[in-house]
């Protein structure tokens, strides 16, 4: 069987499909290299060779899967004019010329199923590396002509397992491509790499643009925040001018950030609550001090609107306590969005504070840490990260991050 699909291929791309030999391959690609599409067809072509063995393709999540995976093979083998099985319950494909399945996993679950001929990872540097071992264990049908595997993701790190297992330590017969986002341009939107170079600190560039792995093991999730940049302790409120309000909910040590707004943020005060906080007494510090409804835009954590402190949805509360300005995103962005997002606005001095007048998201900047297995926030401090994270919903809507992949809109209640 003849099978022709059009693939408008770039350098590493090409690189990453023509390599058949190398048991164990992985592309070092920034964000919009073209990692997922390369991985998707190679999938195809392992498919083709391997007929009728069957292969295995896992995502760092079931939503992963059917947010980036699925539309991905609907768009190569639909715009080919292929006729292809999709079981949408069982997570598996079926192209015509194999009776051999593509099964699709989530990093989320311990790996179970057949014996495959291949696999392949996509974002695999943001999965546990007991992952990536369960999946090479599956392959080992005896006669499989390609029995690779094969993974792409960003370069998270020199302490990620993919580091130390292509570049540090390298496996036997293993190889590492790199792929720079500008090598993808022809197949970008235009404007899209300008606005991703401007998302990103200096150092950040290198990994996220160029596919290149740096050492970001400092330790501090906020690494970019640098006091003599940020820092302007002449900052005040000034009047008639509008207050956007970064909240984070907890009962115990809720919080809030109060800025100005005018292209870049400039901080001036914070309210916490220690004990027994609810939305109600949070609303009422904010009218004690002269923050009201009609002058206030509060930006409250995303789950707020199922959950509460006390009673009824917190985003309900608020409106009932007359804050009509309310922004905030259908879900919260992935930890590892917001910390090169806001560290991109730190580095590039887009956000200043008083630290006199702000000291716990003062405190938040300088000391929470980063886990090193899963890049989240530590959170053993029971007082540590409400402020902050409170400063990573807002500015993940003031400030777009470039590298977003589209998955949420901003929903306004009036």
């Known amino acids: 069987m003849k099978v022709k699909i059009k693939y408008k291929q770039n350098p590493h791309q090409k690189e990453f499909k023509e390599d058949l030999k190398t048991k164990f391959l992985h592309l070092s690609g920034g964000m919009g290299s073209g990692k997922s599409f390369a991985l998707c067809m190679k999938a195809l072509e392992l498919s083709f060779i391997n007929n009728p063995w069957p292969g295995g393709l896992m995502a760092p999540s079931l ?18 004019g292929l006729n292809y099985i999709y079981h949408k319950s069982e997570y598996y494909y079926q192209f015509p010329w194999s009776p051999g399945k593509l099964y699709l996993f989530s990093a989320e679950n311990q790996l179970r199923g057949p014996n495959l001929a291949y696999f392949l990872f996509n974002e695999v540097t943001l999965m546990d590396p007991v992952r990536y071992r369960e999946g090479i264990a599956r392959v080992r049908i005896r006669g499989a002509r390609a029995p690779q595997i094969a993974s792409v993701g960003t370069p998270e790190g020199t302490d990620n397992f993919i580091y130390e297992m292509f570049v540090e330590k390298p496996l036997p017969n293993s190889k590492i491509i790199y792929g720079d986002v500008r090598d993808n341009a022809m197949n970008l939107s235009p404007g899209y790499i300008e606005a991703l170079t401007q998302s990103f600190d200096t150092k950040m560039r290198d990994a996220y643009i160029s596919g290149l792995w740096v050492n970001m093991k400092n330790g501090r999730f906020y690494y970019a925040y640098d006091p003599e940049k940020n820092h302007d302790k002449t900052l005040r409120r000034k009047e008639f001018t509008t207050v956007h309000c970064f909240m984070d909910f907890n009962v115990q040590y809720m919080t809030c950030t109060l800025w100005h707004f005018d292209g870049m943020l400039t901080g001036f005060d914070e309210i916490v609550l220690e004990d027994n906080a609810d939305t109600y007494k949070m609303c009422d510090a904010l009218k004690a001090r002269g923050y009201l409804p009609e002058s206030t835009i509060i930006y409250p954590d995303p789950a ?17 306590c007359g804050f009509q300005q309310i922004r905030v995103r259908t879900t919260q962005p992935r930890f590892r ?22 000291p716990t998201f ?13 890049l989240e926030k530590d959170k053993k401090n029971p007082k540590l ?30």
């Open 304 to 320: 707020s609107k199922q959950r509460s402190t006390k009673g009824m949805p917190d985003i309900e509360i608020l409106r009932k």
């Open 362 to 374: 003062k405190k938040d900047l300088s000391s929470v840490v980063q886990d090193p297995v899963t």
């Open 63 to 80: 939503k992963d899967v059917k947010r980036d995976i699925v539309p991905l093979f609907e768009t190569i083998l639909e715009g080919s």
């Open 385 to 414: 990260t409400h402020a902050s994270d409170g400063f990573d919903y807002g500015c993940d809507i003031l400030f777009e991050f470039s590298g977003r992949k589209p998955e949420s809109t901003v929903t306004k209640f009036r």
């Open 337 to 358: 969005q917001r910390q090169l997002n806001t560290n991109n606005l730190l580095d590039k001095g887009m956000v200043k504070f008083n630290p006199d007048t702000m």
